[in-house]
């Protein structure tokens, strides 16, 4: 079966290909996604690794001049998505203005760490073609420092939910919930709910919000420290510090076999900063990492995925790390797949609505990396099994219910094919031994 599947996978790449760079999936999500892209190229690079480089070029097209790689780069204006380029309208408010129109906010920064895997796994070519991509990645690192960083608590802040790829996760109504909705929002009509069941997306008030926060990033010129100092959100999401902080240790490891040694002594100050702003997430109430609300200074009340990148990243104390993992434990006994976005004790789970439950392929995989490396080899490989198990099960969803392991939202998922083929699959696994 693993077989058929890995071939599914390549067809799915094949399919969702469009000329050089990979949508997530037909209609849903018709553009090039920022962190979508970094693990797709994870999974071209097992049997294609020049496309596979092309996926991270192309990515780095859409990149602003103060360094921002938007979470969504619009090469077209695609009637079956919304909010498109129009709505955004970067082209028309930003100063500069991107090359390309695109999103005016970010998304995770897995791409370095991407970079470093397909050095590490390749060859000299591999390493050439890293070092036309460093100073770019490097650029973007350093506008989270200085763009993204909130001076009412030093740690890189989220000015909007879908920046930090966790969309609807009940960890950003804190943030939510003290905005007000733009009485001046113009009348919109989604598409997601079209391609997708409506009761596995976000609510109309979330969406309602959501487009507020756009209006205000419009009018504003897509000002990036207006956004962060003065925006209706702003919260600090352990997922983005620790992938952030994860980053920086593996473009140093890069810039270190490049002999740069300014950019390295650069990303050591960065890694020391990640380190020291970790603290900031540790929730004792819970024992665990958890979003905060920069404004209030409030947590969030439950352990989600981003929760569990602590070991990604290689941060936390022993106690903290050891609390995680007594989280995850007690998690694990409450659900048949692991590992849930949302905490099932915590108020708002829902094992099928988008990030409020379901088990996402990416984080999985990520999360299971930082646990092998640090020494927790059996949930670590717990966690991979379940991947697989999910994808034999029900294929290459976006998403899966962590009880039924029923597929979610979106099908043909670009992320899950390549997370298949790079991690999951026992192939890669026989191959990797």
Known sequence: MSIELDNKAREILRKNDRGG?????????????????????????????????????LLLEGQWANGMIPSIIFRSDDPDYFPGPSVWQTQTSATPPPLIPSTGISQPPILASVAL?????????????????????????????????????????????????RDNCPDWELGLSTMTIDPRLEPYV????????????????????????????????????????????LMADPGIHF??????????????????????AELEKYIELGVQGSDYFWNETIGAFTARNIVS??????????????????????????????????IADKVDYMMPSWDPDAEKFDPQRYWC??????????????????GHNSMAEDIRRDMAL????????????????????????????????????????????
């Not at 981003?306 to 007690?330: H, V, W």
Request: hydrophobic share 35%; with cysteine.
């Open 21 to 57: 760079y990979t949508i997530p999936t037909a209609r849903l999500y018709p553009y090039q996604w920022n962190w979508d892209s970094a693990f797709t190229a994870l999974g071209l690079s097992t049997f294609d690794r020049d496309r596979a480089w092309t996926e991270l070029e």
């Open 117 to 165: 895997a397909l050095v590490e796994s390749g060859g000299a070519d591999d390493l050439q073609r890293s070092s036309q991509l460093i100073d770019k990645m490097l650029s973007w690192h350093r506008w989270y420092q200085t763009e993204r960083t909130s001076a009412a608590a030093s740690v890189v802040a989220t000015v909007h939910p879908w920046e930090t790829g």
């Open 190 to 233: 989604r598409k997601d709910t079209e391609h997708a069941n409506p009761e596995q997306r976000p609510s109309k008030e979330q969406y309602d919000k959501y487009l507020s926060i756009v209006k205000y990033g419009r009018e504003s010129g897509w000002d990036q420290r207006a956004l962060t100092d003065t925006g209706p959100f």
């Open 243 to 264: 992938i952030l902080l994860r980053a920086n240790r593996d473009l140093l490891k890069l810039a270190q076999r490049l002999n740069l040694s300014e950019q390295s």
């Open 297 to 330: 200074g409030e947590y969030s009340n439950g352990f989600s995925n981003a929760s569990a990148l602590c070991f990604y990243a290689d941060a936390g104390t022993e106690t903290q790390r050891i609390k995680t993992i007594e989280n995850m434990q007690r």
């Open 357 to 374: 439950g379901p088990i996402w392929p990416q984080m999985n995989f990520i999360i299971s990396t930082g646990l092998d490396e640090q």
């Open 390 to 433: 999910l994808i034999e099960k029900s294929g290459f969803y976006e998403c899966f219910n962590p009880f039924s392991g029923e597929g979610c939202i979106g099908a043909d998922f670009s992320w899950t094919a390549a997370i298949w083929l790079a991690w999951a699959s026992p192939s890669h696994q026989k191959m990797a031994a």
